[in-house]
């Protein structure tokens, strides 16, 4: 059979062949474990075809990516996308820098696309901006001075880290438990330290998976507007979860909240586009003026690609393309991996808590030696030490074969103890 060719449901070769179905269901699951099939709920299993291992090159399962599409389709949609645009646009149009805010026809497809997770809530400020990362400088930029506290949770984004070291910002971690940040640690940490900004990732959190509950994100969203503090919403996972909670943002109606919405992690990283709503009453100069100080804005072309695959449907076809092929993903991670982990159904990563035998460092540093790396805690870590876990992003990885051989290697790892000095296995 050819690569991408769909193989018989199981019962029909089941009754085909004269054999029980739980045969059949145990030689599928060993074939999509070798890396032989992919299968898809709803769709059926389909040939992988033969891959080269790419063991001289390695395996990086270290950055947040959507996986590409199994049918490979990717490239399709990109090259259709760009020939519309081409063909509804004089390259003039498309050759200029992002010195102005974008069309009006541009901002109502983008209003559009986050109108499922904003509802009614006035956006008619709303911004483009080339990545969420560049957003969160500019609004740090615009708010904060050197010296000042921005608060977040004790595992964050490692971009927020980043752009707070740079512009010399104090970082300090508000204590949670197992629903999120709470609410009285918030309040303590604003009237002790005195901050204005806090960043939150709340659905499908970077890096821990987890999703804050509607009840915590009500009492947080008090908390913003008892204390005046203002929060950088950041949700860029949002549109590849069908149960996603309600934004903190809505919560408020609006008010001391800045929403950032990426399509990088749930359509294409290499738009470097993200939506940012500020806060209610907020012109959003200030930002912009941030945007302009540290960048020449987005890409016409991209942007113009945007509001095409937006507007022909072709963005929420996407999104259910790799929605499908996270879920195969995660699947084959909870198969391999027999060590318990935090992830969701269809989220681009899981969280990885080592067992008592392993140090992150050491674990990270072995995965390295055979070919597969992953990000440990301390990348996303407020204090000096994070905690013994790693971060296995899953779209890393060009196919499920290759993520097969990867995780497999996790595996093998997890249950070796290297304390004694050889290689007993737990």
């Not at 059926?44 to 996986?67: H, K, Y």
């Not at 990885?352 to 992953?374: I, K, N």
């Not at 990885?397 to 296995?425: C, H, I, M, S, T």
Request: with cysteine.
């Amino acid at each position: 059979m050819q690569d991408g060719e769909q193989i018989p449901p199981q019962r029909a070769l089941a009754a085909h062949l004269g054999v029980d179905l739980t045969t059949v269901t145990r030689a599928y699951a060993e074939a999509r474990d070798r890396g032989l099939i992919a299968s898809y709920s709803g769709r059926g299993s389909f040939i992988l075809g033969a891959r080269e291992t790419p063991t001289q090159a390695g395996i990086d399962l270290t950055m947040n990516i959507p996986p590409q599409p199994a049918n490979g389709s990717m490239a399709q949609w990109v090259s259709a996308g760009l020939e519309q645009v081409l063909q509804r646009n004089p390259i003039e149009a498309l050759s200029p820098y992002q010195d102005e805010p974008a069309s009006r026809s541009l901002l109502q497809a983008a209003q559009g696309w986050l109108k499922p997770a904003l509802g009614d809530l006035d956006s008619r400020s709303l911004a483009l901006c080339p990545g969420s990362q560049a957003a969160v400088f500019a609004i740090l930029s615009a708010h904060a001075r050197t010296g000042d506290t921005v608060l977040c949770d004790p595992l964050t984004y490692p971009g927020l880290l980043l752009a707070a070291q740079q512009l010399g910002l104090r970082i300090v971690a508000v204590p949670g438990d197992a629903d999120g940040m709470r609410p009285d640690h918030l309040e303590q940490a604003c009237q002790q330290s005195g901050a204005r900004l806090l960043y939150l990732n709340p659905t499908f959190q970077n890096p821990t998976a987890h999703t804050m509950p509607v009840a915590r994100r009500q009492a947080i969203a008090e908390v913003l507007l008892k204390c005046g503090i203002t929060l950088i919403e950041d949700d860029p996972y949002r549109y590849l979860l069908d149960d996603a909670p309600t934004p903190i943002t809505c919560l408020t109606g609006g008010a001391n909240t800045y929403y950032l919405a990426s399509l990088s992690k749930c359509l294409w990283p290499s738009l470097r586009t993200a939506f940012v709503l500020p806060p209610r009453g907020d012109d959003g100069h200030a930002l912009l003026n941030g945007l302009r100080a540290s960048s020449m804005g987005c890409s016409a072309l991209l942007l113009a690609l945007v509001e095409q695959w937006i507007r022909s449907g072709t963005a929420r076809e996407l999104v259910q393309e790799i929605q499908r092929e996270a879920r195969a993903r995660q699947h084959l991670a909870r198969t391999l991996l027999s060590h318990e982990f935090q992830a969701h159904p269809t989220g681009l990563h899981l969280w990885l808590p080592l067992p008592a035998h392993w140090r992150q460092e050491r674990f990270t540093q072995a995965l390295d030696d055979v070919g597969v790396s992953v990000a440990g805690a301390d990348s996303f870590s407020v204090a000096q030490q994070g905690p013994e876990a790693v971060r296995i992003s899953l779209g890393g990885a060009p196919d499920q074969a290759v993520l097969g051989q990867a995780l497999r290697k996790v595996e093998g790892l997890l249950k070796e103890d290297r304390r004694r000095g050889g290689r007993a296995f737990v």
